[in-house]
């Protein structure tokens, strides 16, 4: 299942960006034809909201294992899958909050990926440094690792 929770979407490319790279993943590797991605979009972060989208798309679909959540409110999901029970249930998202790192380590979320928001920052001086200070061009595209984390690498990775 991929859990989108944004206000507007369609004004947010990196979760639209997000979310079709985790369905060509699934296209792309799933050669038993066996993988069935169900999509929800959450228009308000409430605690309310978010329930109640997890409870009918579960309602409906009984047999689903994971959750991607796009964006770093995967902690309302988590805190959704403890309070039913529904810990069984793997599930990913994005960004070292403390809310998403309490759920990492109590086992409600299985991964979160890491922009590494700080070296972004550095990048993005350094970028602006060269091209305003030092009239050097700028790549229009500049790659920057992602970091899986889990309750294993935690406390390394900090």
Not at 4 to 11: L, V
Not at 59 to 77: A, D, L, M, P, Q
Request: proline share 1%; charged share 25%; hydrophobic share 35%.
């Amino acid at each position: 299942m991929i859990v989108n929770i944004a206000a507007d979407k369609d004004n947010y490319q990196h979760i639209t960006s997000r979310e079709q790279g985790f369905v060509k993943y699934f296209r792309d590797h799933d050669t038993l034809g066996g993988i069935r991605l169900i999509r929800r979009d959450v228009s308000e972060s409430t605690e309310h909201k978010i329930s109640s989208c997890m409870q009918a798309c579960l309602e409906e679909n009984s047999n689903i294992r994971g959750i991607f959540v796009t964006n770093s409110k995967v902690y309302r999901v988590g805190q959704y899958l403890a309070d039913s029970g529904l810990g069984y249930i793997r599930l990913i998202g994005y960004d070292l909050i403390d809310s998403n790192v309490k759920l990492l380590r109590n086992n409600y979320i299985d991964y979160l990926l890491s922009q590494k928001p700080g070296e972004q920052g550095y990048r993005a001086i350094m970028s602006l440094f060269s091209h305003m200070i030092l009239k050097r061009e700028i790549a229009k595209v500049q790659h920057i690792p992602i970091d899986i984390i889990t309750r294993e690498n935690l406390e390394y990775y900090r």
